[in-house]
């Protein structure tokens, strides 16, 4: 038992920052699924709005790439339900992660894209099946893993990442585009709420367990 112990307190002394009791609460994106009509307008402008970062084409004729946004609609019956992140304030992905690509800034769990190595744990820990990982796009264009072919016709395979909502961070009004963009009004933000006043920004790290 002292080893379990020691071990819970190396990982507690490793959340520096990142003490829950006083970490910024978490907002996200809150869906009423009897209303949803399944018209997927919240998946084409968030492919939209990410699509514009990795310099993909967003409107008609431009759009080079398949389709792959950060929020997924999906239907149980006659229901239809928008599936999304809940940028947990403690994120079972992010403890899952074994190269720490994912983090916490001010509340919105973030997956660094460049760090991340298309392992899935993060997918297989998310309870909310939020998270996907795909190919990496830029430009246009597929990036491939050097080194890295088909067996059978020696192409390159394609380097994948995790994505999932991010509540359109780079975008400058701070709402998802998927809340603007519902005509029913499904979506809203859900603003989390702090027990004291925000820090100036910073960056969580989570470690494995």
């Known amino acids: 038992m ?20 006083s970490a910024v609460a978490s ?35 431009t759009v080079s790439v398949p389709v792959v946004p950060k929020v997924y609609v999906v239907r149980a019956g006659d ?16 403890h899952a992660c074994p190269v720490q690509a994912i983090r916490q800034e001010d509340g919105v769990v973030m997956i660094d894209e460049e760090r991340c190595i298309g392992c899935t ?3 297989l820990a998310c309870p909310f099946g939020a998270i996907e990982v795909s190919p990496v796009y830029r430009a246009g264009h597929v990036i491939t893993q050097p080194g890295l072919t088909h067996r059978a016709n020696r192409t390159a395979l394609p380097r994948t990442a995790a994505s999932k909502c991010d509540l359109c961070a780079e975008t400058e009004n701070g709402q998802p585009a998927c809340v603007e963009a519902c005509p029913n009004h499904v979506l809203r933000l859900a603003n989390g709420i702090s027990d004291s006043p925000p820090e100036p920004r910073r960056e969580v790290f989570f470690p494995r367990l």
């Open 27 to 61: 907002s996200f994106v809150v869906a009423d699924g009897g209303q949803c009509i399944g018209c997927k307008a919240c998946e084409l402008a968030c492919f939209a709005v990410h699509g514009q970062a990795s310099g993909i084409g967003a409107s008609i004729g």
């Open 121 to 123: 744990s993060c997918v």
């Open 79 to 94: 229901t239809y339900v928008p599936v999304q992140c809940r940028h947990c304030e403690n994120a079972p992905c992010a």
């Open 2 to 21: 002292s080893g379990v112990r020691n071990t819970l307190n190396r990982s507690t002394s490793r959340m520096g920052s990142a003490n829950r009791t």
